[in-house]
């Protein structure tokens, strides 16, 4: 049990309960009645995650997640709060990068799981620390767990975008930098709770802003982990469009860079010729023909004639994905 849980709360009864939520989790537990008094434990040690209230004598919530992130950048930081209101979170999110609120009076179960996504997200930015080409892999299939349709996609991917971009005669550095982005382009779905992932039925728009949210937090994990701009490109920008209406940032043409370009074909083959619970995996002919039909709006048509007259070759086959998990949210998107 390495990580640590601080919790800031000038109430005694709601540390208890917080405690008596967590006594059977793999996490240990320290409580501090004030804000200065957790901002000193905070600086005496390494903590994964920081619970703060939000409303407290002294020093409200915002201000303890200000102090926080200095005095701990990589410390995952969560608000608790009774009263939510825009205006809060918006400053929350400006001043301290909060990770998830949680509402008084809280699901224990819905608490837990938001404090078991920070640790895990603690853990992902340190293990990426390292630059190791399999913690990278690993992480990347740990977080395919979470959605199961995905079981093999990152890998795919990435031989995919290699086919590419080795056509494109693009420098061994930057041909590795691009196998390590797509093996984490969809990282920040660490931020994407399971019961979204793994939703039974089609999303609801509120659902669905949360999935596209995955890129911009993805892309925050690989700068904490200070990851090089070529893997955080990949991350970012892999979901918009030729024609500028994809997202996060509405890019458009060559303002996309060339290796998020890369792998948003790879990435969209790679969805059409997987197995889902509605359709059967599309033939490569029918993939490439989809993809095709929506070239110059989506994607780059010089990266899809690489990449689909490689396919035509012979080059490169599909891996067969594994079918064994799959969910019937269609990922594409």
């Known amino acids: 049990m390495d990580e640590k849980l601080l919790v800031i709360d000038d109430e005694p009864h709601i540390l208890r309960a917080i405690?008596?939520?967590?006594?059977?989790q793999d996490i240990q537990v320290l409580s501090a009645a004030n804000p200065r008094q957790g901002l000193e434990i905070l600086s005496r040690g390494e903590i994964a995650v920081l619970v703060t209230d939000n409303?407290?004598?002294?020093?409200?919530?915002?201000?303890?997640?200000?102090?926080?992130?200095?005095?701990?950048?990589?410390?995952?930081?969560?608000?608790?709060?009774?009263?939510?209101?825009l205006d809060t979170a918006i400053a929350a999110i400006n001043?301290?990068?909060?990770?998830?609120?949680?509402?008084?009076?809280?699901?224990?179960?819905?608490?837990v799981g938001i404090v078991n996504e920070a640790v895990q997200r603690y853990r992902i930015v340190n293990q990426l620390r390292s630059g190791d080409e399999g913690v990278m892999l690993s992480i990347a299939q740990a977080i395919e767990l979470k959605d199961s349709?995905?079981?093999?996609?990152?890998?795919?991917?990435?031989?995919?975008?290699?086919?590419?971009?080795?056509?494109?005669?693009?420098?061994?550095?930057?041909?590795?930098?691009?196998?390590?982005?797509?093996?984490?382009?969809?990282?920040?779905?660490?931020?994407?709770?399971?019961?979204?992932?793994?939703?039974?039925?089609?999303?609801?728009?509120?659902?669905?802003?949360?999935?596209?949210?995955?890129?911009?937090?993805?892309?925050?994990?690989?700068?904490?982990?200070?990851?090089?701009?070529t893997i955080?490109?990949?991350?970012?920008?892999?979901?918009?469009?030729f024609d500028g209406n994809g997202y996060p940032i509405g890019l458009a043409g060559d303002k996309i860079p060339l290796e998020a370009r890369i792998v948003a074909v790879a990435d969209a083959y790679d969805a059409?010729?997987?197995?889902?619970?509605?359709?059967?995996?599309?033939?490569?002919?029918?993939?490439?023909?989809?993809?095709?039909?929506?070239v110059g709006s989506h994607y780059d048509p010089e990266i899809f004639s690489i990449f689909s007259s490689?396919?035509?070759?012979?080059?490169?086959?599909?891996k067969a994905p594994d079918t064994s998990k799959i969910t019937t949210v269609d990922r594409l998107q």
């Open 19 to 24: 405690e008596r939520v967590f006594a059977d």
């Open 232 to 241: 955080i490109n990949v991350i970012l920008y892999h979901h918009e469009h």
């Open 149 to 229: 349709y995905t079981r093999g996609h990152c890998d795919r991917v990435a031989d995919y975008a290699q086919l590419i971009g080795q056509e494109l005669g693009l420098s061994a550095k930057l041909l590795q930098e691009i196998r390590y982005g797509s093996w984490l382009h969809d990282c920040g779905k660490i931020g994407v709770t399971e019961k979204i992932l793994n939703s039974p039925s089609s999303l609801d728009e509120e659902e669905y802003t949360t999935v596209k949210k995955h890129c911009l937090w993805g892309a925050e994990l690989a700068r904490l982990a200070r990851l090089s701009e």
């Open 272 to 294: 059409l010729t997987s197995e889902r619970p509605y359709r059967v995996a599309y033939t490569s002919e029918k993939a490439l023909g989809l993809i095709g039909a929506v």
């Open 55 to 85: 409303m407290m004598p002294g020093m409200d919530g915002l201000e303890v997640l200000r102090r926080a992130k200095v005095i701990s950048p990589d410390t995952v930081r969560i608000m608790l709060t009774g009263h939510a209101s």
């Open 310 to 318: 490689k396919i035509h070759a012979g080059q490169k086959k599909p």
């Open 95 to 111: 001043l301290g990068e909060v990770f998830r609120f949680v509402l008084k009076p809280w699901d224990n179960d819905e608490f």
